[in-house]
């Protein structure tokens, strides 16, 4: 069985569901393109181009999209944004993530107030490819970079 992503959602139902409002309704759905996209390109690491389709995601508020821009930004790391921004940007991400809708973002709410903080029992990830990356990085702060592929690097080099 394929995995199916909880925020692929082309009808653009999220927040107050489908809406009946045609602009809006296309907002959405070019918003789903977006998303898409910005998730294809996470995927196969390509993070500029990832960045770039996923902030139209979140232009339109869709959950996913917050929660996976976040997920760019902390593998982007602190040489976009600077050591003092990269971390509370990161916490602003996955806040907005909850605050739109994201079932992963809410749950990890505690983390950001208290890194250290238990979280509650979760059964079921919205995004089992990219939470548990966040979690990580809420967790560690600064201290986690994502992991470089070095023999990339080295056939590269």
Excluded: I
């Excluded at 977006?34 to 500029?48: H, I, P, Q």
């Excluded at 770039?52 to 997920?71: C, M, S, T, Y």
């Amino acid at each position: 069985m394929e995995k199916r992503d909880f925020w692929d959602r082309p009808e653009g139902d999220w927040g107050e569901g489908r809406p009946q409002e045609r602009a809006l309704l296309e907002l959405r759905e070019h918003a789903h393109s977006c998303y898409r996209l910005g998730s294809l390109a996470l995927s196969k690491g390509d993070l500029e181009v990832a960045e770039n389709w996923l902030w139209k995601a979140v232009e339109a508020d869709q959950p996913g999209g917050w929660f996976r821009f976040a997920v760019t930004v902390h593998r982007r790391g602190p040489c976009v944004l600077g050591d003092d921004v990269l971390y509370p940007h990161l916490r602003y991400l996955v806040q907005a993530a909850a605050e739109f809708g994201h079932g992963d973002a809410h749950w990890m709410r505690p983390l950001l107030r208290d890194p250290s903080a238990v979280l509650a029992p979760f059964a079921t990830w919205e995004d089992p490819d990219y939470g548990p990356e966040l979690v990580t990085a809420l967790r560690a702060g600064l201290d986690v970079l994502p992991l470089l592929d070095h023999n990339k690097e080295e056939e590269t080099g």
